[in-house]
């Protein structure tokens, strides 16, 4: 049987959702789903989650934003065995014809609900509906995820040995240019100087869902930068790079063009006069507000509008509360200290750790280095320590 359902995901609106919430947050994900207040869940695959009935306001509220990594308002789900079913593919095209031609939509997009061990059999199945429903709708404005606009809608299907769901969202909507999510980017490159060149990767690639990229050219700070993984990604991407980090860099990044390493404490680094970055990259390892004190430290070098993206580490715990309470925290410490948060996320290169993402909100700032911005973040946190 086919079940369809009306679900525009507008404000206050109960209707079925499909979220994923990353398999290493697995032991703590009926907790997050309960605090998506649904009226039922089913677990599809490892990672996704069909909620019967919940609405907007939870499923992108500021409990669960952090540990759901897409979401998708469900307009059409039908719970079958595509594999058993003849005429499947033939079936579901033309019932997503009926029911979304009439959209004003830019894209169609199929991806599976089992995307991290892809069945070659659902591949070959997604790729089919795909092809068929691109035959069946009239031309629509855009052919690949990479081209999409991050605010217009697309057609978003998800296929499994659990049946097919979909709904309309725009890729800033559901928090991913793909179905399901970010792009999945391989960083078991045999050559890779670390797994956090693919972080970085994802990170810029999220980023293009909320502003535009940074040009050619553009300086990045980066602090906490051995190996070098993160910096390697960064001038492949022909970025100009100030590398800071107690450690070396691995040699293969000695004298490339467009680096400078500087080898010492982030926090002691000052930049050189005159000398102003468009972005900061932090993935410093220890505690959160250390890290975000040293980022704090360096916003007198931010150009206006700079990009801050932080890697937040979540010390040993699987508590959902304690991840939200720092993250409130860090969000607090760099509101004071000049920096808004633009988006936050888990991307599928991040293990127990988030990344959070701020604009320099202009204005007044201290000289590079002076440190005042991180003092008075600093006055925001609290003054007994918190174990998490
Ligand atoms: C997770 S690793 C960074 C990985 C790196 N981003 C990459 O792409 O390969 C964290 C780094 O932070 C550095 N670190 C931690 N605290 C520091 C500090 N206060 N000053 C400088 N480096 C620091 C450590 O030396 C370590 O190399």
Redesign the pocket.
């Known amino acids: 049987m086919i079940q369809q359902h009306s679900n525009g995901g507008g404000a206050g609106v109960a209707g079925p959702w499909l979220v994923r919430i990353p398999e290493v947050f697995a032991t703590v994900g009926p907790e997050i789903v309960r605090r998506l207040s649904p009226t039922g869940a089913t677990l599809l695959g490892t990672e996704f989650y069909l909620l019967k009935s919940s609405t907007a306001e939870a499923v992108t509220g500021p409990d669960t934003v952090l540990h759901v990594s897409w979401r998708l308002p469900v307009a059409h789900s039908w719970p079958c065995r595509p594999r058993t079913m003849e005429g499947f593919v033939e079936k579901a095209a033309q019932t997503l014809l009926r029911k979304f031609s009439g959209q004003p939509i830019q894209a169609i997009l199929v991806g599976l609900l089992h995307g991290g061990t892809p069945n070659s059999y659902y591949k070959k199945l997604a790729s089919n509906l795909r092809g068929r429903v691109l035959q069946l709708f009239p031309p629509l404005p855009v052919a690949e995820a990479e081209s999409q606009h991050a605010g217009r809608p697309t057609l978003y299907c998800l296929l499994g040995p659990e049946g097919l769901y979909a709904g309309v969202a725009s890729p800033v909507a559901t928090n991913g240019f793909y179905p399901g999510g970010t792009k999945h980017l391989p960083h078991e490159a045999v050559d890779a ?2 797994r ?2 693919a ?2 990767a994802e990170a810029l690639h999220y980023l293009r869902l909320h502003r535009a990229a940074l040009p050619k050219g553009a300086h990045w700070l ?12 960064l001038l492949s991407k022909q970025f100009r790079v100030t590398a ?4 070396a860099l691995d040699s293969r990044l000695d004298g490339m063009k467009g680096l400078t390493f500087v080898r ?5 680094f000052r930049a050189p006069a005159g000398v102003v970055y468009d972005g900061l ?1 932090c ?4 505690g959160a507000r ?2 975000m004190m ?1 980022v704090l430290s360096h916003r007198g070098a931010l150009k206006s509008g700079a990009v801050v993206i932080f ?1 937040l580490k979540l010390p040993g715990t699987e508590s959902v509360a304690a991840a939200l309470a720092l993250r409130d925290e860090i969000v607090a410490m760099a509101g004071m200290g000049g920096l808004n948060l633009i988006a936050q996320t888990h991307l599928r290169a991040n293990r127990r750790e988030f990344t959070l993402f701020f604009a320099d909100a202009g204005g007044s700032r201290p000289r590079a280095g002076t440190g005042a911005d991180a003092e008075r973040g600093a006055s925001l946190r609290p003054r007994s320590g918190r174990a998490y």
């Not at 980066?222 to 990604?233: D, N, R, V, W």
């Not at 800071?244 to 450690?247: I, Q, S, Y």
């Not at 010492?264 to 002691?268: E, K, T, Y």
Request: net charge negative.
């Open positions: 100087i670390s956090a060149g972080k970085v980066e602090l906490g930068a051995s190996p070098g993984g993160m910096t390697a990604e800071v980090d107690r450690a010492g404490d982030a926090l002691a990259l993935d410093l390892n220890g250390e890290s040293a890697t």
